[in-house]
């Protein structure tokens, strides 16, 4: 196993930072190293906010279900996927430009993340730590109010950067057999390798908690599906212009 | 810069390969690597579909544009999101799951690019090439069928991986300043900053091709968004139970 695999396998989220800041010099080869990954057609389709301004971050602490450390990371961004870059450019150009397509969605927030991971993995090769925010979406409206982001631009997630003042333990996964399949998407033995897995996590949560969590996979999934998650989403997205036709 | 951020910055899609195959052990490693990618809510969702029969390859290389590499590269996977598998365990597990959000094609669609990115990055740090291959929304519907997609999985994009035969230029990227906002989204310079990148650009094409390709990041773009771009996306999409509710 090389370094750099290591490195990739040895991910977990970090939330809690030393108060070291990471020099701007770095900060931007970690986004440099993002725009390298691959990007559908060369579109680029995604813009990075750097949300600088203590009140913003603050706010977008609370928006985003409380989580403090996106106050507290040295450095914390939105990664917004932005079809108005792209479409403004080809307009410009002399393209009659269709938007709204379910397509474009697809794309600008397949780019993003791929950029994304890109800045996670440059930013962890120096030491640093992370945590993805996908709470940006619990209010995405106010919060893109606050960024303020244009029609065809959408807040994807945030990331909190910074130097780790933990050290956690790297989180179980899937086995690889469950999710990789050879030729043909076959099940049949999903829910014994997930009752497998369901004793792997419940282990995993007892022995971090002392014996006080006393849950699995599928009991922690039970709240994500059984209430409609984030059911503001289609709307906030119609709004920005995504209208998934 | 550290030898991982040179790896990343040094990414191009490789698109010819060379006979030699990758190591199963070796490839099982990339998608364990793939596996530790942030997972949003620990959900996981998604599936790798490995094409090993010749003949579903050479017919996934056609109805994907006529790619041959997907035919000829060492080993070839079709990145699927996946609800169905973290649904179906919070079923058994006695939740009453409510399907076919738009948040989650959000959800499964960015955990399985974080995913893919991984195995990209852990195939290029191994010296493999790759190259993502969209073109397998062509024809989602088709290759769905060849891969026994149930409902609640639609494949995101394809993956070629294999050893390069081939060394093509870094492609440019915008400018770090044009992609990266402080505090609040603003264009204003957008205009001048593309014009400048489809110097950069025109430039590149003109030197690959000695002279041939006479055109830059704007005119590419044009045909992307004049035409519907893959207009069958939301259909498929509704008919695989991902509604966008």
């Not at 970690?30 to 579109?43: E, K, M």
């Not at 410009?92 to 600008?108: F, I, N, P, S």
């Not at 910074?162 to 086995?175: A, N, W």
Request: proline share 5%.
């Amino acid at each position: 196993m090389n370094p750099t695999i290591e490195l990739l396998k040895s991910h977990r989220s970090i939330r809690k930072f030393t108060d070291q800041a990471i020099p701007r010099e770095l900060f931007v080869e970690l986004i440099r190293a993002g725009q390298s990954a691959a990007t559908s057609s060369h579109v680029q389709a995604y813009s990075v906010i750097h949300v600088v301004n203590p009140q913003n971050r603050q706010k977008i602490a609370e928006l985003a279900g409380g989580q403090a450390y996106i106050a507290e990371c040295s450095d914390f961004l939105v990664f917004c996927a932005d079809m108005k870059r792209s479409t403004g450019a080809a307009e410009r150009a002399g393209a009659d430009v269709v938007r709204g397509m379910t397509e474009q969605l697809v794309v600008a927030s397949v780019d993003t993340a791929l950029m994304a991971q890109n800045v996670a993995i440059a930013a962890e090769s120096e030491g640093l730590g992370l945590c993805y925010i996908g709470g940006i979406r619990n209010n995405p409206a106010e919060i893109s109010e606050i960024l303020h982001l244009p029609e065809h631009v959408y807040p994807v997630f945030g990331m909190c950067l910074g130097y780790p003042d933990q050290r956690p333990e790297v989180k179980p996964r899937l086995p690889a057999e469950t999710i990789l399949k050879e030729d043909y998407y076959q099940d049949e033995q999903d829910e014994a390798q997930v009752a497998d897995f369901d004793a792997t996590m419940n282990t995993y949560y007892l022995e971090r908690t002392g014996g006080n969590k006393d849950t699995n996979w599928s009991e922690q999934l039970k709240p994500l599906f059984t209430s409609k998650l984030r059911p503001h989403m289609k709307d906030f997205l119609h709004g920005k212009g995504f209208r998934m036709e």
